[in-house]
């Protein structure tokens, strides 16, 4: 794996291109169609097939997490050391925040805090259940096979886009960028703490499983 400063450079790149496709794609969404389900499908499938490119080129030098709640869990299975693994979120949120940025720039809308409420305890329990699978999906899948990890995180947060209740945000750093937008994939940054509770809570309900399933040092 890389030095430490190139793999921080590449958490914030993934991280600002992920939150700028998930941003400008919702925007791009609004000025073409009042049709909801259209504009949510819109967001979703661009954001899956830019995490399947994201983790493609940029998985060998970082391990591609782009997500503070991924970080957390390989930290907590000693994947990445404390000091690490901390660098890694301060750069993820950073970049994702730079990421809204960046749409808003492209697309000449002026930056404003979220406005749309999303709060609740069915969209809560969502974002558990969003960040659950994909939490599971990662570790499962790098054990497995961890040349399709990339394929199975895309296509798993476009559906997770579709069955849970709150479109799946299951990152706190894209949750973070998400309260600087005022546009279709924004929210209330006073709605912003619920969710990144319940994304922590079904990453580490997500970490539990793996450890029952694949306890350490046995083969998959």
Known sequence: MADLRRRLLAESL???????????????AESLTADGALALLANAIPTGAILVVLITVLGPLSGAHFNPAVTLAFLT???IAAGEALAYVVVQITGAVLGAMLAHAMFGVPLQLGEQARTGPGLWL???VATFGLVTIILGGARARPDAVAWLVGLYIISAYWF???????????TIARAFTN??????????????AAQLLGAGLAVVLHRLMWPRGQTP
């Open 14 to 28: 993934g991280s600002t291109l992920l939150v700028a496709t998930v941003v400008g794609s919702g925007i791009m």
């Open 77 to 79: 299975r000693r994947k």
């Open 126 to 128: 969502g974002e558990v």
């Open 164 to 174: 849970t209740s709150s479109t799946s945000f299951a990152n706190p750093a894209v």
């Open 183 to 196: 546009t279709f994939s924004g929210l209330r940054p006073v709605d912003a703490p619920a969710f990144i």
